[in-house]
């Protein structure tokens, strides 16, 4: 899986890739630096065979959930283990723990006038 903050809409984008290659927006972008890496060890070092059972996602006006275009998300694993994306950080994406996700809620969703929180359970 592949999470992106997408820079123009404030949203973050999920995919799953069919490459290794740079967004396509960073083309020809000399400041751009492209890298891959894993945040297994760093979420999941103790719990090497977590399932997800749920995904929490804040949706607005620019979201398209259908494309995987989220305001921000979480994916919630066995044992409350959590994992959340918020693509306004200044530089990029960032990542947080449980909690984060309700923070970021009690925070921001109050100023955005047409937000609103989806919850989904993962068979």
């Keep these: 899986m592949?999470?992106?903050?997408?820079?123009?809409?404030?949203?973050?984008?999920?995919?799953?890739?069919?490459?290794?290659?740079?967004?396509?927006?960073?083309?020809?972008?000399?400041?751009?630096?492209?890298?891959?890496?894993?945040?297994?060890?760093?979420?999941?070092?103790d719990w090497p065979k977590l399932s997800c059972r749920g995904v929490r996602a804040v949706v607005d006006a620019e979201s398209v959930p259908e494309q995987g275009l989220f305001k921000c998300l979480e994916f919630v694993f066995d044992g409350g283990?959590?994992?959340?994306?918020?693509?306004?950080w200044h530089f990029g994406l960032r990542l947080g723990v449980r909690g984060s996700f309700d923070r970021w809620v009690e925070s921001n969703l109050a100023d955005l006038a047409d937000g609103q929180v989806i919850e989904r359970a993962v068979p």
């Design 2 to 45: 592949r999470l992106d903050a997408d820079r123009n809409l404030a949203q973050v984008r999920v995919s799953l890739p069919v490459s290794t290659s740079p967004p396509h927006w960073a083309a020809g972008d000399e400041d751009f630096e492209f890298a891959l890496s894993s945040c297994e060890s760093i979420f999941f070092a």
């Design 81 to 88: 283990n959590c994992v959340f994306a918020d693509p306004t």
